[in-house]
């Protein structure tokens, strides 16, 4: 196909004002708006382009997920969210992000088992959760700890190996729940629980949670069910902020346990991963129907910083496809476990009322994954503080799959952005004894 180009007028100011053209190549996808290439821009005219927040910037090509925001369409290796959330498993996701298709049998069980025979930490990595204090935040703990793995798997820190990376991705995705649990447990006071090869992916998580060791831990199928397609609906979604972050620590040659901790840094603020716990704590704080107005036009004024937690999304401007699935299992879970949350009741209204209001209309924000997925883990059992760890636990997948594609990349270069400089010229120094 011949190659296409765009025109742009470029404003000159300096020394004389005029208008250049420039053609710049325009790169296409399988789906999805095309890309401006600009590499070339500072080369040949000494100008950068200028995009905080990346609004209008793709950062690397992949083809692990797609998601096209108007439609509101989730696609990993090219198959929706949906029919991945309702037929496959966790460990099927994380193989199909890994390696582009979707394993036979025989290459899910070997795979199943290579993890399942990793889930256990280096004796010596326990005694690090000893020095944290037992109220530290649990993803505090896991960024601490997932980091500290380089420190003991030196067998897998050499990027430029393919067999020490896929060495790193195993043990990443069974090592990331056990911590996460013994994170969970400690914070308690409880003793922690060794992973069980016999149980899955899903259930071992949930044995490590809230298993005791003093009596044998059933696990609910309904349960387990639920905490898998969780991970699921977590596993992976393109260039968000902690996985940029993954591939920008990773740019640099950085090891991959280090920048999973990246990623997870990344991830725990607010405004991305930690949004869940937020929604939680925002929902009680609402407190009743009848306050829902209040806390609506909270959201909508300029002068008030708060947010309807659970609301809105960078790229999503229709429903986000994960909260759609979540809304619904949510029902079936509180159903099966018998629970009458009112707060889900609250969260329905709340989501009634914001897709009624004009402002949330007219600026297209929908409730997102983080909006039902608090709901569900606190019907699981699963205490508020560690809503952001169970998200991480999920996206390990899909950090792991895109640090893999970027190493993998030929046009991969370290993470360098420039910037538009507005501050102080040359200055002279003045010694502190003349200021
Ligand atoms: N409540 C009220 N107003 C909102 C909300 C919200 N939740 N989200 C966005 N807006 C408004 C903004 O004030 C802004 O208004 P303006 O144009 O009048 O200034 C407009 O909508 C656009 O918002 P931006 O912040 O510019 O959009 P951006 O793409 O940068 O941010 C984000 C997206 C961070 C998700 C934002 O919607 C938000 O803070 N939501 C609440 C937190 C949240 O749920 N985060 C989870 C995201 S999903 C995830 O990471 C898994």
């Not at 977590?234 to 902690?242: I, T």
């Not at 405004?271 to 129907?289: P, Q, R, S, T, W």
């Amino acid at each position: 196909m011949a190659q296409e180009f765009i025109g742009i007028d470029e404003m000159v100011n300096n020394p004389q004002p005029e208008t250049k053209s420039l053609r710049l190549p325009v790169l296409k996808g399988t789906l999805g708006p095309s890309v401006v290439d600009v590499r070339d821009l500072y080369k040949s005219k000494k100008i950068f382009t200028y995009d905080p927040g990346y609004t209008s910037t793709a950062s690397c090509t992949s083809k692990i997920t797609f998601i096209d925001g108007e439609q509101g369409q989730l696609l990993h290796r090219g198959y929706s969210i949906e029919e991945l959330a309702s037929q496959s498993t966790y460990l099927e996701v994380a193989y199909l992000l890994f390696n582009g298709e979707l394993p036979t049998k025989d290459e899910y069980a070997a795979f199943e088992k290579e993890i399942t025979y990793h889930t256990l930490l280096h004796e010596q990595v326990i005694h690090f959760f000893r020095g944290f204090r037992r109220d530290a935040h649990p993803v505090a703990v896991m960024i601490g700890v997932v980091g500290a793995l380089s420190s003991f798997y030196h067998d897998s820190l050499d990027i430029q190996d393919k067999a020490q990376r896929d060495l790193a991705s195993l043990r990443l995705l069974a090592k990331v729940p056990t911590i996460a649990a013994m994170a969970f447990r400690y914070s308690q006071g409880h003793p922690f629980m060794y992973p069980q090869n016999n149980l899955s992916y899903a259930g071992n998580f949930l044995h490590m949670l809230f298993g005791y060791p003093t009596e044998s831990y059933e696990v609910d199928p309904v349960i387990e069910r639920a905490m898998d397609q969780l991970l699921i609906l977590h596993a992976d979604h393109e260039q968000n902020a902690s996985t940029s972050t993954v591939r920008m620590a990773g740019s640099s040659g950085a090891n991959p346990f280090a920048c999973l901790a990246a990623g997870m840094a990344s991830l725990w603020g607010p405004a991305h991963g930690g949004a869940n716990e937020a929604v939680l704590y925002m929902l009680h704080e609402i407190g009743d129907k009848s306050q829902i107005p209040k806390y609506i036009e909270k959201a909508k004024s300029k002068k008030d910083p708060f947010r309807l937690m659970g609301f809105g999304h960078r790229v999503y401007k229709n429903y986000d496809p994960r909260a759609a699935v979540l809304r619904e299992s949510c029902h079936k879970v509180l159903e099966v476990l018998g629970i009458d949350d009112p707060l889900l009741e609250l969260a329905l209204e709340l989501e009634k009322m914001a897709l009624e209001d004009e402002y949330f209309l007219e600026k297209k924000l929908f409730p997102n994954v983080d909006f039902y997925s608090g709901l569900i883990f606190k019907a699981l059992g699963i205490p508020t503080p560690m809503f952001t760890a169970l998200f991480a636990v999920g996206r390990t997948a899909g950090w792991i799959a895109q640090w893999r594609e970027m190493l993998e990349d030929p046009e991969t270069k370290i993470g360098r952005p420039r910037q538009l400089y507005k501050g102080e010229k040359l200055r002279t120094y003045v010694p502190i004894v003349k200021r």
